[in-house]
């Protein structure tokens, strides 16, 4: 079996001024952030990885949360919160694995739900 050598250009089809975003908190799993960003990098949606706030952008269309191996804290990174809760308030699509629920209802954005 010959190895694959055409390979298709990868395209991103969101604009990049709103990207998708892996939030890269702290105590996340490498392996999910990576993962993810292959995943989405191979479907074309080219996918930018945070994990301080001077590269958090203002605007995002999604973000996700990758699951974490250990317990977390939001009072490590209190700039997750604040951040979250304002990409919420603009309409973004605020997703999460396992752990990653944690950063999203201390940014008080689960409406409530237990």
Excluded: F, K
């Excluded at 990207?19 to 080219?46: E, F, K, Q, R, W």
């Excluded at 590269?55 to 979250?84: C, F, M, Y």
């Amino acid at each position: 079996m010959s190895p694959v050598t055409n390979y298709l250009p990868v395209t991103p089809i969101m604009p990049l001024q709103q990207p998708t975003v892996i939030l890269n908190y702290p105590g996340s799993m490498p392996s999910a952030v990576l993962g993810l960003n292959d995943i989405l990098s191979h479907a074309g949606l080219a996918p930018l990885t945070v994990a301080q706030p001077d590269l958090a952008p203002a605007h995002t269309r999604t973000v996700i949360l990758p699951p974490s191996a250990r317990e977390v804290h939001p009072s490590d990174a209190p700039w997750v919160t604040g951040w979250l809760a304002e990409q919420s308030a603009q309409g973004a699509l605020i997703c999460s694995a396992c752990t990653g629920l944690h950063w999203i209802a201390a940014a008080g954005i689960d409406r409530g739900r237990p």
